[in-house]
């Protein structure tokens, strides 16, 4: 009986000891993979290295019990046939991602150094105007960016990421500038010391002179998203931390032109209001300044540009004259009059033989849909002029005039005194006619297109068509619409561009034209209800065959 008993705790111990190989097994299995996947996530996902610490810490405690457990079994796992197979599988899939890793970082680097870029968003989200990059290289002074924002806990903050994707690429041309974050809530003080009450925030300051120029966040009512962390709003704080003095813009009022419609009481502006445009324009930093002339008697010496907008009611003599000085003096004039514009603002330009039509362009061929009075300005069809010294129009794709007259000149453009430089910067196609009654639209001889008219034109010019009087060198822009920029339309195509284009070629301010903020793309794939389950049931039911059908073909060739 003592036999039998003695014999039964040895049949007891030696199972142990086969139950504690098993679970040594497992454990050395379970931690090499843990071990392997948790190293993975540690370096390709920075939001979860805790998580990875965690699993790395587990994986080395699994590796040791197994130790514990049975080292003989750990031993004879590791040098049989299973430990031979895993640890071949280990070793190739860890050079297969230390190649991966080194493919990635050879990439990082290459790009880093400007070696190799190449930027596959639709509208190069990721890629700084030319201008931009002019500008940066150009920096001989240190500038620090100081970034105001609270971190989001979950990493995600879509306004952060895009402020390190723009200062990014600043820091990569230009080895001037550097950046910092602060968090205004861990440092007030330190927020207060730089004007900062609102965030998020960012400070470009010019470190020898002390100048410091800041971008607030701008966020709808009721939203966090700030608006204009922008690429233009970089560039123009960056201008004036290096010392760029701020131009001034005039706006003419007095006449009906359209205004600025956003109050306390309506936060929405109009659709037909000028806040946009204005907006756009101290984004390129410049101040802008009403100017009533029969008030003012006189346009200020400091005048950058004077812009005219859809004026409804006429001029009187003595502002006629102010303007018409101003011009001679070597003034630089953006003028948007609509066909219906007062007789006395079309006269303005008559001395340099500039005819604004009374009546509307209607285009047959580019429009918008059901809209022939809208005509369409394509650089495909080749309806944009520009030259080297004319650059406005260089970079725009589409811009439509909602009702808009043709500019002709009093004598032939090749009869023009050589003192007036002509330029025709957007036309319409040959496929257009000036269009005498709205009600009844309709080209009356069906056999003949008088196009293409000049809807757009910018003069250099330093004396008057008769050649009786020279002047300083003036610099006009003149469009035979206004509408094109109201509120309703300032975003659509590249209406605003052409516009602040525009004040910035008369304000020789070559670097901002075509720094403009680029949109960012959202992509829908719209799938009806037969595309939809073939693609849910692919997903689910190809891997898991796929898998099934290569195990098979191993299994039939190794059975």
């Given amino acids: ?194 004007g900062i009450n609102q965030y998020p925030a960012i400070v470009f300051e010019n470190i020898s002179e002390g100048v410091k120029e800041s971008i607030n966040c701008s966020a709808t009512p009721g939203s966090q998203l700030c608006l204009n962390f922008s690429e233009e709003d970089f560039i123009s704080s960056l201008l004036i931390s290096t010392g760029q003095e701020k131009k001034v813009v005039y706006i003419l009022t007095g006449h009906g032109e359209p205004s600025i419609t956003t109050t306390i009481n309506n936060l929405q502006p109009t659709q037909d209001g000028f806040d946009y445009a204005i907006e756009g324009l101290e984004k390129d930093n410049y101040i802008v300044t009403p100017i009533n002339l029969i008030q003012d008697n006189k346009i200020p010496d400091n005048a950058a540009a004077l812009v005219i907008s859809g004026p409804k009611d006429d001029l009187t003599n003595s502002e006629y004259e102010i303007i018409n000085n101003y011009i001679k003096s070597g003034g630089r004039i953006l003028a948007m009059l609509d066909p219906e514009s007062p007789e006395l603002f079309k006269n303005l330009f008559i001395d340099w033989g500039i005819i604004l039509s009374s009546h509307s362009v209607a285009d047959s061929v580019s429009h918008i849909p059901n809209e022939l009075l809208t005509p369409l300005i394509q650089k495909a069809n080749g309806q944009f002029d520009s030259d080297s010294s004319v650059p406005i129009t260089k970079d725009l794709d589409t811009v439509y005039f909602p009702g808009v007259s043709s500019i002709t000149t009093s004598i032939p453009i090749f009869d023009i005194t050589p003192n007036i430089q002509f330029k025709t910067i957007a036309k319409t196609t040959p496929a257009s006619w000036v269009e005498t009654d709205s009600s009844n639209i309709s080209l009356d001889d069906k056999d003949m297109f008088p196009g293409p008219f000049p809807v757009g034109i910018a003069i250099e010019t330093v004396g008057t068509i008769d050649e009786l009087s020279t002047h300083e060198l003036a610099k006009l822009i003149i469009i035979g619409d206004s509408d094109y920029i109201a509120n309703y339309h300032y975003n659509f195509n590249d209406n605003k561009d052409l516009f602040l284009n525009s004040v910035n070629w008369l304000t020789e301010d070559y670097d901002l034209i075509s720094i403009r903020s680029k949109p960012i793309g959202i992509r829908y794939l719209v799938l009806n209800k037969r595309e939809k389950d073939f693609m849910k049931w692919s997903s689910w039911l190809f891997p898991p065959f796929i898998m099934l059908f290569i195990g098979g073909v191993v299994w039939w060739r190794r059975r």
């Fill in 1 to 194: 009986m003592e036999e039998e008993f003695t014999e039964n705790k040895a049949n007891d111990f030696y199972s142990v000891i086969r139950a504690a190989g098993l679970w040594s097994n497992v454990a050395t299995i379970l931690g090499l993979i843990i071990l392997f996947f948790s190293i993975i996530l540690f370096f390709l996902v920075s939001g979860l290295r805790n998580l990875s610490l965690g699993l790395i810490i587990f994986s080395i405690f699994l590796l040791l019990l197994a130790i514990v457990l049975s080292p003989k079994s750990v031993i004879g796992f590791l040098v049989g046939r299973q430990g031979r197979y895993g640890t071949n599988a280990l070793i190739i899939t860890s050079v297969f991602f230390f190649i991966l890793i080194l493919v990635n970082v050879l990439f990082y680097r290459l790009s880093q150094d400007g070696v190799l870029r190449q930027d596959l968003t639709a509208t190069r989200t990721f890629t700084l105007s030319p201008q931009s990059i002019q500008i940066l290289e150009n920096i001989d002074t240190a500038i620090d960016v100081t970034i105001f924002m609270v971190p989001d806990p979950s990493g995600t903050d879509p306004n952060r990421q895009q402020v390190v994707d723009l200062l990014d690429e600043f820091v990569r041309i230009s080895a001037n500038l550097k950046y910092e974050f602060v968090d205004p809530e861990m440092k007030p003080e330190f927020a207060q010391s730089y």
